[in-house]
RNA sequence: GGGCCGCUAGCUCAAUUGGAAGAGCAGCUGACUCUUAAUCAGCCGGUUACAGGUUCGAGUCCUGUGCGGCUCACCA
């Protein structure tokens, strides 16, 4: 009737029984390292190739058990810490007896300490003698399956912990991702820019057309919307007189989830004052290039079976030549809603009755054109009505400035001149409020603190928006967000 | 939410047309003084995701449920 499992798990806690009864903690406080196995390893190679001949320092390390090789009165066994791995060899004849015995309830999986002399096997392997051995945690669970790792995509999910202990590939994944939002600040400081934290709780969700999560504060008996965009509170701070501010941070969305959508995801905005959108697009172009130096050595990555290369500058195209480019449909020639799904259906696209002509357009672009666009490139000149905080363009009061930029067949930014008329910015709301509401779905308050602000005056303004966790997915060649969010959404398990 | 696919031991995977549920790793016992996916001998290990149905007989066929993957829709 016992699983496998729980024998297991039953052997594992007597032996941690046993190592009690002997007196000794199986969990203590603390153990002093003096090397990483990384270091330890530099420090053998270091050794062997200076002239001098003296023996070999004592070093402690401390790691997970990996493999456990046992010969005779040698036991080889590999421990693991976050810079690398080391060989340590056990021999019987060098170990105190206390030792000897804790190596018998040793289990792969445990955390230990050792210390000893590095040397160098026959077969050159660098290799820790242990001459003193710490239990430093004792594992009760076994591990996933040495060779090929944790491949249930699920259980990688569900305990990423089992996923970064048995792939290496997934722990390099998200060292990567730390290493590109360093790369960000670091660009975006030396810019001078300054970073700033605003609401995620707020009164009403704006910055974006998209569905919240509703919370409630119970002191205030208040519903609170989780931010769908940081924009509405950067802009205040551009307001009160902030030259450069960006914010790094979670966002969310109560909408689907898919290999490119995750409900909580990160962002980055940034706002630049008396910049307009061509000034973030250089910016833009330079960033994720000096980031995919700085991260990968190389502008170029592999994402799928094509490469693509980041080198500025990208090619720059206007949104209607590159619908008309990739459906054959010009959107100037269709001013309505109506007009332009009856075109739509001629190439026998399903299209939804209610949406408006900003969201038929949305979905010419989601559909002929983003899957093209592997290489770099920025979309320009959005219609004014799928844009409602961007600034019309001087020329064309149906279009605004307003830019997109795809990689990989995905939308990793979007950034405009910000709209900074208050009395417009009341109207594009009023519009798009009218718009929400016949189809019934969110009713959409206007924020009234915003628009109260932008009457004080907001400088002219560039804006960005990057979809931080798609740049990891390109940068790491992940092709699903899933694979670069440590702990993804899923649905409960019963 | 729709469609397609998947779920077998702790892990990675087999199981022919519906005919006795198996292997490797891990674990346990033993051997072995340079192994490194160590090797050798032996042993242990199953609610085949869950519930029902068809059948003499179901891991396999049917229905439903759960979870996941891909995809479409929703959506930036």
């Given at each position: 009737m016992t699983s496998r499992?729980?024998?297991?798990?039953?052997?594992?806690?007597?032996?941690?029984?046993?190592?009690?009864?002997?007196?000794?903690?199986?969990?203590?406080?603390?153990?002093?390292?003096?090397?990483?196995?990384?270091?330890?390893?530099?420090?053998?190679?270091?050794?062997?190739?200076?002239?001098?001949?003296?023996?070999?320092?004592?070093?402690?390390?401390?790691?997970?058990?990996?493999a456990n090789r046992p010969m005779g009165k040698i036991s080889f066994l590999d421990i693991r810490d976050s810079s690398g791995k080391i060989q340590l060899s056990f021999h019987s004849d060098l170990l105190s007896e206390a030792s000897l015995k804790l190596l018998k309830d040793i289990d792969i999986g445990d955390i230990i300490g050792v210390s000893g002399r590095?040397?160098?096997?026959?077969?050159?392997?660098?290799?820790?003698?242990?001459?003193?051995?710490?239990?430093?945690?004792?594992?009760?669970?076994?591990?996933?399956?040495?060779?090929?790792?944790?491949s249930d995509i699920d259980k990688r999910y569900r305990q990423r912990y089992l996923d970064l202990i048995a792939n290496t590939e997934a722990k390099e994944i998200f060292q990567?991702?730390?290493?590109?939002?360093?790369?960000?600040?670091?660009f975006l400081n030396r810019r001078g820019f300054i970073e700033v934290e605003t609401p995620v709780l707020?009164?009403?969700?704006?910055?974006?057309?998209?569905?919240?999560?509703?919370?409630?504060?119970?002191?205030?008996?208040?519903?609170?919307?989780?931010?769908?965009?940081?924009?509405?509170?950067?802009?205040?701070?551009?307001?009160?007189?902030?030259?450069?501010?960006?914010?790094?941070?979670?966002?969310?969305?109560?909408?689907?989830?898919?290999?490119?959508?995750?409900?909580?995801?990160?962002?980055?905005?940034?706002?630049e004052t008396y910049a307009d959108y061509n000034d973030v697009m250089a910016m833009l172009e330079e960033m994720v290039a000096e980031i995919s130096q700085q991260v990968l050595g190389r502008d170029k990555v592999e994402f799928g079976s094509n490469t693509i290369n980041f080198k500025p500058p990208w090619p720059r195209l206007e949104l209607r030549q590159a619908i008309i480019k990739y459906s054959g449909i010009d959107f100037e020639k269709y001013p309505d809603a109506d007009s332009l799904k009856a075109e739509m259906l001629q190439l026998k696209m399903e299209v939804d009755p209610q949406k408006d002509r900003g969201r038929l357009i949305d979905e010419l672009i989601s559909t002929f054109v983003e899957p093209n666009l592997i290489q770099p490139t920025f979309l320009l000149d959005y219609p004014v009505e799928m844009s409602p905080l961007a600034k019309i363009?001087?020329?064309?009061?149906?279009?605004v400035e307003r830019f997109e930029a795809f990689a990989g067949g995905m939308e990793i930014a979007n950034a405009f001149t910000e709209l900074n008329d208050p009395i417009e910015q009341r109207q594009r709301f009023l519009g798009q409020q009218?718009?929400?509401?016949?189809?019934?779905?969110?009713?959409?308050?206007?924020?009234?603190?915003?628009?109260?602000?932008?009457?004080?005056?907001?400088?002219?303004?560039?804006?960005?928006?990057?979809?931080?966790?798609?740049?990891?997915?390109?940068?790491?060649g992940q092709p699903s967000i899933r694979q670069v969010i440590l702990f993804p959404q899923l649905r409960e398990k019963p």
């Amino acid at each position: 009737m016992t699983s496998r499992l729980d024998r297991i798990a039953q052997k594992r806690r007597e032996k941690l029984e046993r190592i009690r009864a002997r007196g000794i903690n199986p969990y203590p406080y603390r153990y002093h390292r003096s090397h990483t196995t990384q270091q330890a390893v530099a420090l053998l190679k270091q050794q062997e190739e200076s002239s001098s001949k003296a023996e070999a320092p004592v070093v402690n390390i401390a790691g997970r058990v990996m493999a456990n090789r046992p010969m005779g009165k040698i036991s080889f066994l590999d421990i693991r810490d976050s810079s690398g791995k080391i060989q340590l060899s056990f021999h019987s004849d060098l170990l105190s007896e206390a030792s000897l015995k804790l190596l018998k309830d040793i289990d792969i999986g445990d955390i230990i300490g050792v210390s000893g002399r590095l040397f160098r096997t026959k077969s050159g392997e660098p290799t820790l003698e242990v001459e003193n051995l710490t239990l430093l945690a004792k594992s009760l669970q076994p591990l996933p399956e040495k060779w090929h790792g944790l491949s249930d995509i699920d259980k990688r999910y569900r305990q990423r912990y089992l996923d970064l202990i048995a792939n290496t590939e997934a722990k390099e994944i998200f060292q990567m991702r730390s290493q590109i939002i360093t790369a960000i600040r670091q660009f975006l400081n030396r810019r001078g820019f300054i970073e700033v934290e605003t609401p995620v709780l707020q009164p009403s969700a704006g910055g974006a057309l998209a569905r919240p999560f509703i919370t409630h504060h119970h002191t205030l008996d208040q519903n609170f919307y989780l931010r769908i965009a940081p924009e509405l509170h950067l802009k205040r701070l551009i307001i009160g007189g902030f030259d450069k501010v960006y914010e790094l941070g979670r966002t969310f969305r109560n909408e689907g989830i898919s290999t490119k959508h995750n409900p909580e995801f990160t962002m980055l905005e940034s706002y630049e004052t008396y910049a307009d959108y061509n000034d973030v697009m250089a910016m833009l172009e330079e960033m994720v290039a000096e980031i995919s130096q700085q991260v990968l050595g190389r502008d170029k990555v592999e994402f799928g079976s094509n490469t693509i290369n980041f080198k500025p500058p990208w090619p720059r195209l206007e949104l209607r030549q590159a619908i008309i480019k990739y459906s054959g449909i010009d959107f100037e020639k269709y001013p309505d809603a109506d007009s332009l799904k009856a075109e739509m259906l001629q190439l026998k696209m399903e299209v939804d009755p209610q949406k408006d002509r900003g969201r038929l357009i949305d979905e010419l672009i989601s559909t002929f054109v983003e899957p093209n666009l592997i290489q770099p490139t920025f979309l320009l000149d959005y219609p004014v009505e799928m844009s409602p905080l961007a600034k019309i363009k001087p020329d064309n009061e149906r279009l605004v400035e307003r830019f997109e930029a795809f990689a990989g067949g995905m939308e990793i930014a979007n950034a405009f001149t910000e709209l900074n008329d208050p009395i417009e910015q009341r109207q594009r709301f009023l519009g798009q409020q009218k718009e929400r509401q016949i189809e019934d779905e969110i009713v959409e308050t206007i924020d009234e603190d915003f628009l109260l602000a932008l009457e004080y005056g907001m400088p002219p303004t560039g804006g960005l928006g990057v979809g931080i966790d798609r740049l990891v997915m390109l940068l790491t060649g992940q092709p699903s967000i899933r694979q670069v969010i440590l702990f993804p959404q899923l649905r409960e398990k019963p």
